[in-house]
């Protein structure tokens, strides 16, 4: 029986892969050591079994004392993430100063660097998020006025120990003491930018229930909007560039099947390619359930995966502060 961690988290996540998903199922840095025992630990199923039945996740309750700009808050705290990493990628250069400062304690960037990309249509999507992630960044610190919290340290940079490297490690795409360089191809960048727009779909859906302010809200649907745009493309493409090169698929999986592992026990995530459809090239562009509907992430669940770490935790990987704002802590075992 190993002892390694992470190759733990992987045996555990394949025995759990083969009883999983035909369709979706109900619900909503640290060192690598620590990650993988946190994802060990979500790999296993409680249960026993696979869960079944299709129900569309519910709408969170609102959270008595959380309010609309305690929300708005949060969704910053990713969108600083979002747009520094796809800033540098495109230009090679970060947010302008004017747009981080606030309330908190404000932090630097850690790594990021300009993609020499080989494909030409990557780079024009690369730069069209970018210019959204910060348009977002600027409509959301508007909207909070003097409330809004300044930018917290991020790291997205490609030494080994990075959160890049730690999640990449984590999925089991590189291997011990290995560095993940998100900017080193079209390809890396793609499976970086995969992490992160997921993450993003799911936080805005799930944020629903927590804003009362109609007028929040409607802004709110429309990040989501623009959000689920971008994953849907970053998927799009992941998969267009896998049918030829069936590794990034297997990549793609891989990354899904941690970040499921980091928000839970319950089965949310999917990949790119289908399950249980017959055919190993079969597309999943929309991750739905079988009711065609998106699923949710709670803050706590979003949390655990920006912090690459399941248990109860202010601060870790892709914020090594933690966040600033009221809403900072990560979820509980997952739930």
Do not use: W
């Not at 305690?70 to 100063?97: H, I, K, R, W």
């Not at 994953?231 to 799009?236: D, E, I, M, P, S």
């Amino acid at each position: 029986m190993t002892n390694d961690p992470i190759l733990q988290v992987l045996e555990a996540c394949e025995q759990r892969r083969n009883a999983r998903r035909d369709f979706m199922r109900y619900a909503g840095t640290a060192a690598v050591a620590t990650a993988g025992a946190s994802l060990l630990a979500a790999c296993s199923d409680s249960g026993g079994g696979p869960i079944n039945g299709a129900t569309p996740t519910p709408t969170p309750t609102a959270t008595t004392g959380v309010t609309d700009a305690d929300v708005f808050n949060f969704a910053l705290n990713l969108e600083y993430l979002e747009a520094q990493f796809y800033a540098f990628a495109a230009t090679g250069s970060g947010l302008p100063n004017s747009s981080l400062t606030g309330t908190g304690t404000q932090g630097a960037v850690t790594g990021g660097r300009q993609v020499t990309f080989s494909d030409p249509l990557v780079a024009r999507y690369a730069r069209e998020i970018a210019a959204d992630e910060l348009a977002h960044v600027n409509f959301l610190r508007t909207t909070l006025g003097s409330a809004a919290v300044a930018q917290p340290a991020i790291d997205i940079g490609v030494t080994a120990t990075s959160a890049f490297s730690n999640a990449a490690r984590a999925a089991g795409l590189i291997g011990t003491g290995a560095a993940f360089d998100v900017y080193a191809n079209d390809e890396n960048f793609l499976l970086g930018a995969y992490i992160f727009e997921d993450v993003g779909v799911t936080a805005y859906k799930g944020a629903v229930g927590f804003i009362s302010n109609k007028t929040f809200l409607e802004a709110a649907a429309g990040i989501h909007a623009a959000e689920a745009y971008h994953a849907g493309l970053v998927r799009t493409v992941l998969y267009r560039k896998g049918v030829a090169t069936p590794a990034l698929l297997d990549a793609a999986d891989a990354i899904s099947n941690a970040r499921d592992s980091l928000d839970g026990s319950t089965d949310l995530d999917q990949g790119i390619r289908a399950t249980g459809s017959g055919s190993t090239l079969a597309s999943n562009i929309v991750p739905t359930d079988n009711s065609g509907i998106a699923f949710s992430r709670t803050p706590g669940q979003v949390l655990n995966i920006v912090y690459l770490n399941r248990t109860a935790q202010t601060a870790g990987g892709f914020f090594p502060n933690g966040v600033n704002g009221t809403i900072r802590q990560s979820a509980a075992s997952g739930t």
